[in-house]
């Protein structure tokens, strides 16, 4: 990993500061509010907690992802280790100031519906690498879980005398940990840090960090590493830790607050504190992208097709080749004068599988850019290379600047799938647009998406 990138990870963890819980992140809204709940109604949560972090299970997802695992590396030697040993758990005293009924049972963890075998279990001979050890004290408890996947989860409860050493207790659990990812990925020891979120409405505080470890396995798994989901939780004077992990490859949908709210669920009515309110979660690394000019915004398409859980934007990248990705759109841009190809997604941040593509070629000239879209606008009335669509042009669209554009509705005819989809020129560019959403968007939404596209495009000149 390079030294750059080493700095400017350093620079935004530095910029959360100890108080990442309280650092007063703008209010979320109802979108996401809705977009939060509607999850928990889906597999999502039950994807995170049952398949993803119980060892041995893979998210594969054919959809736009929005966070991946880094590239699979060499499985580390024996002689490789984590920064920070993780020492077994000293036998906690029987005095603690909490019951133990403030600690999670098999029923709060296992997904609705969906058990998968999880039990308690005795404190595993070492922790999960980085993840703070339960403080050698009265007032602590702790509890732990596996499943017959390989997965684990661990929780400890720590009581404190005042509010103030909760909030010292809660900044510090999350220093520890970040400090000790980060140092393991400037060790080069397969760490790295994935997300972080903060959370409201879940006691006085929380926070979800996620990241890589080395997986310590005999044999070693292919291409595979230990994925760790850790949330923090604060209420009144005590503080909870939820950490889960296992064996993975890929991490494709975002974290989620299931583990603390079940956890702050159990301990606010003990505490006196604040318990479960109205949760949502706001991503703070990797820093979410923001407007490109040039490009569509989120606000774009929200507005558009009034689908307010369009929240969030992928970074711009690259196209591996030189086509809109479109089976009836069978031109090559690079080959047809394009300078460049590049793409980037609108999504709702936890249903990463529905949103919008766009793609936008760049042309050398306005001429050339034309006779592109000319070339698209034949192919996708016609769409020879698939006989199976049923494809009906449904508009055109003009604009200030020479700005043009067509759209169209493909059927499949074998499932019914729906696609919408649209091509727009303005000056010396061509962008491709395209939903997938249920259900699809009419002719008007896109008819406006698709303009506004093509005058994104007139603004970046």
């Known amino acids: 990993m390079s030294a750059d990138f080493d700095s400017d990870l350093r620079r935004r963890l530095e910029g959360l500061g100890s108080d990442i819980g309280r650092a ?27 398949a993803v972090l119980v060892g041995g299970a893979v998210i594969a997802v054919a959809q736009p992802t929005l966070l991946t695992a880094p590239d699979p590396a060499d499985q580390p030697s024996e002689s490789v280790r984590p920064p920070v040993a993780s020492p077994t758990p000293t036998p906690l005293p029987t005095d603690a100031t909490l019951p133990n009924s403030v600690l999670l049972t098999v029923a709060d963890i296992e997904p609705d519906g969906e058990p998968i075998g999880w039990a308690e279990t005795e404190p595993p001979a070492q922790g999960w690498p980085c993840v703070p050890p339960a403080p050698d004290s009265g007032r602590a408890l702790q509890r732990h879980f596996e499943n017959p996947e390989g997965g684990r989860i661990q929780q400890v409860v720590e009581s404190t005398g005042t509010v103030e050493q909760a909030e010292a207790r809660f900044a510090e659990i999350h220093d520890e940990l970040i400090t000790c990812v980060e140092d393991g990925t400037a060790a080069g020891d397969d760490f790295r840090l994935d997300q972080v979120w903060s959370v409201t409405g879940v006691g006085d505080e929380a926070l979800l960090v996620r990241y890589w470890a080395p997986l310590r396995e005999e044999p070693p798994l292919e291409g595979q590493l230990l994925l760790v989901s850790v949330s923090i939780a604060r209420t009144g004077n005590a503080v909870t830790t939820v950490a889960r992990g296992g064996a993975a490859m890929d ?17 606010c009515v003990e505490t006196g504190g604040a318990c479960v309110t109205d949760p949502d979660q706001e991503q703070v690394y990797p820093e979410p992208a ?33 086509t809109f990705g479109f089976v009836c759109f069978r031109t090559d841009a690079r080959a047809a004068g394009a300078t460049s190809i590049e793409s980037r997604t609108y999504h709702d941040p936890f249903d990463p599988g529905m949103g919008v593509d766009e793609s936008i070629a ?51 005819a074998e499932t019914e799938s729906v696609f919408v989809y649209g091509v727009v020129v303005n000056r010396s560019a061509v962008a491709y647009v395209s939903t997938n959403l249920d259900p699809p968007a009419d002719d008007d939404e896109l008819a406006t998406l698709l303009r506004r596209a093509g005058e994104r495009l007139g603004e970046a000149g």
């Open 251 to 267: 991490a494709n949908f975002p974290d989620t607050t299931d583990d603390a709210e079940a956890a702050i669920t159990r301990l």
């Open 24 to 50: 007063g992140l703008p209010g979320p809204a109802a979108a996401r509010r809705r977009a939060r709940q509607r999850a928990r109604n889906q597999a999502v949560g039950a994807v995170l907690g049952a």
């Open 362 to 412: 760049r042309f050398p000239s306005g001429s050339a850019a034309r006779a592109y879209y000319d070339t698209l606008m034949a192919e996708g009335d016609s769409c020879s290379a698939e006989p199976s669509l049923d494809v009906q042009n449904t508009g055109t669209v003009t604009g200030d600047g020479g700005l043009a554009g067509t759209t169209w509705r493909s059927t499949v």
């Open 290 to 322: 923001g407007d490109v000019p040039g490009w569509l915004t989120v606000a774009d398409v929200s507005d558009a097709i009034g689908v307010d859980r369009i929240t969030a934007a992928s970074e711009v990248r690259v196209a591996p080749d030189g």
